[in-house]
T-cell receptor, first 112, second 113 residues
Framework: AQSVTQLDSHVSVSEGTPVLLRCNYS??????LFWYVQHPNKGLQLLLK??????LVKGINGFEAEFKKSETSFHLTKPSAHMSDAAEYFC??????????FGTGTRLQVFP | ETGVTQTPRHLVMGMTNKKSLKCEQH?????MYWYKQSAKKPLELMFV???????ENNSVPSRFSPECPNSSHLFLHLHTLQPEDSALYLC????????????FGQGTRLTVV
């Protein structure tokens, strides 16, 4: 069965410090993996995606994620947090179907 | 703008009303989705349409009735809803296949009174 686990429901960082949002997946196939961001009262915006090319994926707004098959992980990172990064982040796995499987989300707070 | 437009953005309806949510995409995608996002709950997939055929219905109550008249439009017809159906309803579209991302609309914030 395919699933995705976001290990932290809340992450708090100070502005200018690194961000790490953790995601582990389970998939019988070689999956596609995505990170989406949702700002309050908005829809979901794609940050980045992994589709079996380079294992280090760069996305928008300075975010990147590394696919580690041996650890079944796809953690999202950013070297320096900005106040505008405060939002909910979703890790998503797409097995080889039309179905997207969402994690439960991680709320990122950024303090001045 | 993601290319997926949902209307209305906000909707308040009584439990005896009938209303419809609309989703439109002009991205040339062949798959469309309805998701429900409730406070403090994971995103719930409700329906999936691929090539205008419903391919997934995740045990959604019959008071929610989807319709996909063509590949660009998706509706969610609502009738006799309950207060617990209040949520953000998100529409998404994608190009079928395993590697492509989904594009989401802004959502309709539904309140059932």
């Amino acid at each position: 069965a395919q699933s995705v686990t976001q290990l932290d429901s809340h992450v708090s960082v100070s502005e200018g410090t690194p961000v790490l949002l953790r995601c582990n997946y389970s998939s019988s196939y070689s999956p596609s993996l995505f990170w989406y961001v949702q700002h309050p009262n908005k829809g979901l915006q794609l940050l980045l995606k992994y589709t079996s090319a380079a294992t280090l994926v760069k996305g928008i707004n300075g975010f990147e994620a590394e696919f580690k098959k041996s650890e079944t992980s796809f953690h999202l990172t950013k070297p320096s947090a900005h106040m505008s990064d405060a939002a909910e982040y979703f890790c998503v796995v797409r097995p080889n179907t039309d179905k997207l499987i969402f994690g439960t989300g991680t709320r990122l707070q950024v303090f001045p | 703008e993601t290319g997926v437009t949902q209307t209305p953005r906000h909707l308040v309806m009584g439990m005896t009303n009938k209303k419809s949510l609309k989703c439109e995409q002009h991205l040339g995608h062949n798959a469309m989705y309805w998701y429900k996002q409730s406070a403090k709950k994971p995103l719930e997939l409700m329906f999936v349409y691929s090539l205008e055929e419903r391919v997934e219905n995740n045990s959604v109550p019959s008071r929610f009735s989807p319709e996909c008249p063509n590949s660009s439009h998706l509706f969610l017809h609502l009738h006799t809803l309950q207060p617990e159906d209040s949520a953000l309803y998100l529409c998404a579209s994608s190009q079928g296949g395993g590697s492509t991302e989904a594009f989401f609309g802004q959502g309709t914030r539904l309140t059932v009174v």
